[in-house]
């Protein structure tokens, strides 16, 4: 099925560095969303984007919603141990129906 | 702190056994999702109900797979007979249905292996 592209598929980063990730389709979408999945969990939405060109906050992460509505990036600054996870991008279409990436793994070391 | 509810959190049977997957929705949302994941197909869309009404089964195998809501506080997953390519972490999630999309909250899953 359809899928998005994410990238990196995983990251290995020092405790205080900043990270960025991202996630493309060659499809336009209405809504980006970003999750994270600790393990042994369920995703846990991060942030919602529905406007093309959106930039929102939510702490230390910040996600954009492309302006094509093809891409969307998520930056989180600082980071800390807890940051460790697995991230999704999901989007939807007209359907509402939501499409996932197959994440990007993060590990920071202390 | 409301949250979606799975039992059983952990479930191995054998290959040809029935299983079935419980979910308790947040209290006042009107979807419900259940997914499986994967390694190799990360999150692939099961099945979607609204107000309990089945609205999108097209991702299950219809010949093994079935899933109700029999209440407002219960969704199952049902998969009979069960297969080892079943083994997988299945997710339900619920959520609010708004005119932008449909917000889904995810429950901590079962992982189930089928021997």
């Known amino acids: 099925g359809q899928q998005l592209n994410q990238s990196p598929q995983s990251m290995f980063i020092q405790e205080g560095e900043d990270v960025s990730m991202n996630c493309t389709s060659s499809s336009i979408f209405n809504t980006w969303l970003w999750y994270k999945q600790d393990p042994g969990e369920g995703p846990v939405l991060l942030i919602a984007?529905?406007?093309a060109g959106e930039l929102t906050s939510n702490g230390r992460l910040t996600a954009q919603f492309g302006i094509t509505r093809k891409d969307s990036f998520l930056n989180i600054s600082a980071s800390i141990p807890s940051d460790v996870g697995i991230y999704f991008c999901a989007c939807a279409g007209n359907n509402r129906k939501l499409i996932w990436g197959l994440g990007t793994s993060l590990a920071v070391n202390p | 702190d409301a949250r979606v509810t799975q039992t059983p959190r952990d479930k191995v049977t054998e290959m040809g056994q029935e299983v079935t997957m419980r979910c308790q929705p947040i209290?006042?949302?009107?979807?419900v999702f259940w997914y499986r994941q994967t390694m190799m197909q990360g999150l692939e869309l099961l099945a979607y109900?609204?107000?309990?009404?089945?609205?999108?089964d097209s991702g299950m195998p219809k010949d093994r797979f079935s899933a109700e809501m029999p209440d407002a506080t219960l969704a199952t997953l049902k998969i009979q007979p069960s297969e080892p390519r079943d083994s997988a972490v299945y997710f339900c999630a619920s959520g609010l249905s708004t005119e932008i999309t449909d917000t889904q909250y995810f429950g901590p899953g079962t992982r189930l292996t089928v021997l």
């Open positions: 109900f609204r107000n309990r009404a089945p609205l999108d």
């Open positions: 984007l529905y406007k």
């Open positions: 209290l006042g949302h009107n979807t």
